[in-house]
């Protein structure tokens, strides 16, 4: 992402960004679910989704990382050390997201990566949620000075 994006602008490809993972979420969700009900035995396509899923929400997080310390800084809503402590807590959760996607990744062993994946599948679109609530939203990054109501309340 460019530095010249407008705060409305970043937040718009960041949201864009959690659509494309959640379609990946639901595809993941879909051959966890063949291998547990017995139609799918190999978990190859689980197992190539997840590792297409792993790579886009590792750009993604690059992408918002980068962006997410700047973007809460401009909606001059929040303390730059309660904006570090959210930014550090964010990217600790990112560790922890990335170290489930991995520990799903089971090549030969179809059933415990199916049900390994539909727990990282539940955890990453709690995360997504939480973010759109939090700060991915026009209450929090506007292109206004002032947001008026960056807690959403």
Request: proline share 2%; with cysteine.
């Given at each position: 992402?460019?530095?010249?994006?407008?705060?409305s602008?970043?937040?718009?490809?960041?949201?864009?960004?959690?659509?494309?993972?959640?379609?990946?979420?639901?595809?993941?969700?879909?051959e966890?679910?063949?291998?547990?009900?017995?139609?799918?035995?190999?978990?190859?396509?689980l197992l190539?989704?997840?590792?297409?899923?792993?790579?886009?929400?590792?750009?993604?997080?690059?992408?918002?990382?980068?962006?997410?310390?700047?973007?809460?800084?401009?909606?001059?809503?929040?303390?730059?050390?309660?904006i570090?402590?959210?930014?550090?807590?964010?990217?600790?959760?990112h560790?922890?997201?990335?170290?489930?996607?991995?520990?799903?990744?089971?090549?030969?062993?179809p059933?415990?990566?199916?049900?390994?994946?539909?727990?990282?599948?539940?955890?990453?679109?709690?995360?997504?949620?939480?973010?759109?609530a939090q700060?991915?939203?026009?209450?929090?990054l506007?292109?206004?000075?002032?947001?008026?109501?960056?807690f959403?309340?």
């Amino acid at each position: 992402m460019t530095a010249t994006l407008s705060d409305s602008e970043a937040c718009a490809k960041l949201l864009a960004e959690h659509e494309c993972l959640r379609f990946l979420l639901l595809a993941c969700e879909g051959e966890a679910s063949k291998i547990l009900d017995g139609r799918e035995t190999t978990g190859r396509q689980l197992l190539s989704t997840l590792l297409e899923l792993r790579d886009a929400f590792e750009d993604h997080n690059r992408e918002e990382e980068s962006q997410l310390r700047p973007l809460l800084l401009g909606a001059d809503s929040f303390g730059e050390v309660r904006i570090a402590g959210m930014v550090a807590d964010h990217m600790q959760e990112h560790a922890a997201l990335r170290e489930a996607l991995r520990d799903a990744v089971e090549p030969n062993l179809p059933d415990r990566s199916a049900r390994a994946a539909l727990e990282v599948v539940s955890r990453l679109r709690r995360h997504m949620d939480a973010e759109e609530a939090q700060f991915l939203n026009e209450r929090v990054l506007r292109d206004d000075l002032v947001s008026l109501d960056a807690f959403g309340g």
